[in-house]
Every structure is written in structure tokens, then in C-alpha cells.
């Protein structure tokens, strides 16, 4: 049976984490909410590299085969850091810029992510390349990990929030938002309800699974047979992630 880690900010990885136990039901996740610390989005680089190291110390002590770092905050703050001082595998996120700028027929794509995944250079290296041939529009999803944090996914004050960030992504003529931070998954009702039919809203959760998938067979590590027994945990309290899982 494969051990695989899931760290995260708080919640948010759990939209990960549904789309990885549905190609692998199987095997064991260990999750880790670092929600005493969260948000990540503003914090520094360095203090989000210091939680990514202590909980990736934390995950290979329960075994983690391979962690994914569920987090496009901490993937841009950690990742090459995290893949330079363990010897197992690491699965990050990005904004899915690629399929947006391909599938636009607007020519005008939106990027809804935190402060800290919008600066960090893996992003602006991938914006690089499409930069181009489309217009790329950007938006901090502000108040949003906040309201998933506290289980807030379908109220007046919620749809409000939503709008307040999305409004100039559609005002700008994007038919493609990219969800660049794993918490904003769980707004997508409430987005695609503001933004209508004509504009399509880009999850990589799935692909992400799809990854994991293939780097734990590329690596050769086992797989099992029987239902996993999963583990979640947090650095603050779990009601909310208990109830979300
Ligand atoms: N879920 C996170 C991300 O994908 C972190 C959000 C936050 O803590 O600000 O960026």
C-alpha cells in the first residue's frame, strides 16, 4: 500500500485530495492542515518553507511515500527547496494556465490565485510563455480562503466576496478563469453562477491525480488492495476540516 502525504494551508488541499482517493481508493493519504498558519497567501517565502520542511519532516516519520504539496503557495515558496533536501518525490501545484490559453476563444484568460502564487517565479515563468498569444489577467482571490476556512461557501456575503474578485476578470472579456489556489475550488458554484455559462472555470485537481498516479507508478511503489485508512490532521482545529473531508 502507498503512503502518500497531503500538506496544505488548511482546507484547500482537499480538493486534491477528492480527486486523488477517486484514482487511488486503495491506498493511505496522511493530510496536514496547517491552519494555526493560515493564510499562506501574504506570508514570506521563507517562513512558508520553514512549515513545508517541518511538515514534510512530519509526513516521512508516518511513512509518506511521495508528498503532495496541495498548496499553490507553498509549491511556489518551497517546492525546489523541499525536492533538493528529501529523497522522495513531490507533486506541486500551479495555475493551469496552459489549457486556459489554448482552449480561450476570447483570447482573454483570468488567473484568480494568492499575492505569494502570483509572484513567485514558476508562475511568471509559465505566463512567460503564453504572455503573447493571450492577454492574462490577474486577480488575488481576496477574502476567499478565509470564507472556506470557516465552511462560508453559499451565503449572501460569500456571493459578494466572490463577485468583488471575479468582476474585473469578466469585465476584461475572459471566458477562462483558472482556479490558482486550491481553496478556490470549493467557491466554483458560486463563481460559475457570477460568470455564467459561456466562461469555463479550470480545476487542475484532476490532472494533479493524475500526476500522483503516474509519478507512483514511474517510481515503482507499491500498491494495496484493501480500502486505506486515511489520516487528517491539524495544526489548529479540525472541526471544519472534519467536516469538509
Ligand atoms: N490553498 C493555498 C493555495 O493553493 C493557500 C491559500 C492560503 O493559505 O492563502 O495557494
Known sequence: ???IGIMDSGVGGLSV?????????????????????????????????????????LLISKGAQVVVVACNTATAAAISTLRAEYDI???????????????????VIGVLATAG???????????????????IVEHVGR???????????????????VEESIRPLLDAGADRIVLGCTHYPFLREVIEKIAGP?????????AVAKHLLEVIGEKGIELGNSIGENEFMASGTDAVLKKMI
Open 17 to 57: 485530495f477528492r480527486e486523488a482517493v477517486k484514482l487511488l481508493p486503495h491506498e493511505r493519504f496522511i493530510y496536514y492542515a496547517d491552519n494555526a498558519n493560515c493564510p499562506y497567501g501574504d506570508k514570506s517565502a521563507a517562513f512558508i518553507c520553514e512549515r513545508a520542511r517541518a511538515i514534510t519532516e
Open 117 to 135: 502564487t502570483l509572484k513567485g517565479s514558476r508562475y511568471l515563468e509559465t505566463k512567460g510563455h503564453y504572455q503573447d498569444d493571450v492577454k
Open 143 to 161: 477574502g476567499f480562503v478565509e470564507l472556506v476556512e470557516s465552511g462560508d461557501l453559499h451565503s449572501e456575503n460569500t456571493f459578494r466576496t
Open 198 to 206: 459561456q466562461v469555463q472555470v479550470i480545476d487542475p485537481a484532476p
Open 1 to 3: 500500500m502507498a503512503v
Open 89 to 107: 518525490p513531490f507533486i506541486g501545484m500551479e495555475p493551469a494556465v496552459k489549457p486556459a490559453a489554448l482552449g480561450t476563444e476570447t483570447g
